[in-house]
T-cell receptor, first 112, second 118 residues
Framework: QKEVEQNSGPLSVPEGAIASLNCTYS??????FFWYRQYSGKSPELIMS????GDKEDGRFTAQLNKASQYVSLLIRDSQPSDSATYLC????????????FGTGTRLLVSP | GAGVSQSPSNKVTEKGKDVELRCDPI?????LYWYRQSLGQGLEFLIY????????KSGLPSDRFSAERTGGSVSTLTIQRTQQEDSAVYLC????????????????FGEGSRLTVL
């Protein structure tokens, strides 16, 4: 089992719709969770972080965390074509000097 | 500089040659990562440096790969006897996090070094 799993997609949504991106992780002691966005040919950039169960909203983005289910998601409301990118889920452990582990990413395509 | 700097941005080499890729992290960042990304693929973890601790080399794909970090700052990734399957973008990232609970975990990535092995 991979440490961080994501559906590779592509996930296709029409402009204005809600895009839902999902991620599961295997290490129960993980405490910090992140979503990075990577445009084609560019480096990843951090868009959301979440540490507690529940929802965290930032503009059109909402991160959701359920530690009991080892599940984290990212919702993008009012999707725009400029949101088309690969979204990488990343998980940081809670013991010692744990490294940040990335999933393989979900490619999102938002059609006009 | 303000960001993570990598060089060279592009490197074309012949199979069997050695290459060195350099990463200059953000000043003061204790954590430094090397990742590899092949076309259309996810980030493949290679190696992780954290302060003065022994590096986590668990992602290095073979003994042809090695990395150093001098003085807790600049890092060099060396690939010996390059093979065609080594062709990829090599990304370096740094962070101020100490890997402990509650830190931001934000990694700042460089623009990458694109390696092509002919």
């Amino acid at each position: 089992q991979k440490e961080v799993e994501q559906n590779s997609g592509p996930l296709s949504v029409p402009e204005g719709a809600i895009a839902s991106l999902n991620c599961t992780y295997s290490d129960r002691v993980s405490q910090s969770f992140f979503w990075y966005r990577q445009y084609s040919g560019k480096s990843p950039e951090l868009i959301m972080s979440i540490y507690s169960n529940g929802d965290k909203e930032d503009g059109r983005f909402t991160a959701q965390l359920n530690k009991a289910s080892q599940y984290v998601s990212l919702l993008i409301r009012d999707s725009q074509p400029s949101d088309s990118a690969t979204y990488l889920c990343a998980v940081l452990g809670n013991t010692g000097f744990q490294k940040l582990v990335f999933g393989t990413g979900t490619r999102l395509l938002v059609s006009p | 500089g303000a960001g993570v700097s990598q060089s060279p941005s592009n490197k074309v080499t012949e199979k069997g040659k050695d290459v060195e890729l350099r990463c200059d992290p953000i000043s003061g960042h204790t954590a430094l990562y090397w990742y590899r990304q092949s076309l259309g693929q996810g980030l493949e973890f290679l190696i992780y440096f954290q302060g003065n601790s022994a590096p986590d080399k668990s992602g290095l794909p073979s003994d042809r790969f090695s990395a150093e970090r001098t003085g807790g700052s600049v890092s060099t990734l060396t690939i010996q006897r390059t093979q065609q399957e080594d062709s990829a973008v090599y990304l370096c990232a740094s962070s101020s996090h100490a890997g402990t609970s509650g830190d931001t975990g934000e990694l700042f990535f460089g623009e990458g070094s694109r390696l092509t092995v002919l």
